[in-house]
């Protein structure tokens, strides 16, 4: 199985890296994840991003906050998917980083996520590869009936509740 790239922007994004790093493991998706800057270590994110495929990587996760060019300095680097988790900063709340990452040219495409959503880039991510596994394929879809599961459990508690009240 090929293996997903995560680079972050600074070790500051790591607690919503971790969330994509959670699901990557669940999925038992091999990753790979470095700290690469678009802004103080250009030379590394582009000497990355150009031997991604090379280096048997199927796509990127990029995570940044603020100015948010980590995302785009990578795409603009490789023909591999590119999934863009703008980070919530200190200042606007993620809406910089988000704009920052959304608003890419044509020709460059960053597929973004939430703010801060690592959890659905590393969905995303798994999604791309099980176009090709099979086995990936049944693992994500047992993720997702156990989360419909889920919520039907909290739906029959909340009926349950509201029945005694």
């Given at each position: 199985m090929k293996?997903i790239?995560?680079?972050m922007?600074?070790?500051?994004?790591?607690?919503?890296?971790q969330k994509?790093?959670?699901?990557?493991?669940?999925?038992?998706?091999?990753f790979e994840a470095?700290?690469y800057s678009?802004?103080r270590t250009?030379?590394?994110a582009?000497?990355?991003?150009?031997a991604?495929r090379?280096?048997g990587?199927?796509?990127?996760?990029a995570f940044?906050?603020?100015?948010?060019h980590l995302?785009?300095?990578?795409?603009?680097?490789t023909t591999?998917?590119?999934i863009?988790?703008?980070?919530?900063g200190?200042v606007f709340?993620g809406?910089?980083a988000l704009?920052?990452?959304?608003?890419?040219?044509?020709?460059i495409?960053v597929?973004?996520?939430a703010?801060n959503g690592?959890?659905?880039a590393?969905l995303?991510a798994?999604e791309i590869?099980?176009?090709?596994?099979?086995?990936?394929a049944c693992?994500?879809?047992?993720k997702?009936?156990?989360?419909?599961?889920?919520i039907?459990e909290?739906?029959?508690?909340l009926?349950?509740?509201?029945s005694?009240?």
């Amino acid at each position: 199985m090929k293996k997903i790239g995560i680079v972050m922007g600074s070790k500051s994004d790591l607690p919503v890296v971790q969330k994509a790093i959670d699901v990557l493991n669940e999925l038992e998706i091999p990753f790979e994840a470095h700290i690469y800057s678009a802004h103080r270590t250009p030379e590394e994110a582009a000497a990355f991003a150009r031997a991604a495929r090379q280096n048997g990587f199927a796509c990127v996760i990029a995570f940044a906050g603020m100015a948010a060019h980590l995302a785009g300095a990578i795409a603009a680097n490789t023909t591999l998917p590119v999934i863009g988790v703008p980070c919530k900063g200190p200042v606007f709340d993620g809406m910089d980083a988000l704009l920052s990452t959304v608003q890419m040219p044509s020709g460059i495409p960053v597929a973004t996520v939430a703010v801060n959503g690592g959890a659905n880039a590393a969905l995303l991510a798994a999604e791309i590869l099980s176009v090709g596994d099979p086995e990936l394929a049944c693992r994500l879809r047992k993720k997702r009936e156990a989360a419909a599961a889920a919520i039907l459990e909290q739906d029959a508690q909340l009926m349950t509740e509201l029945s005694h009240s």
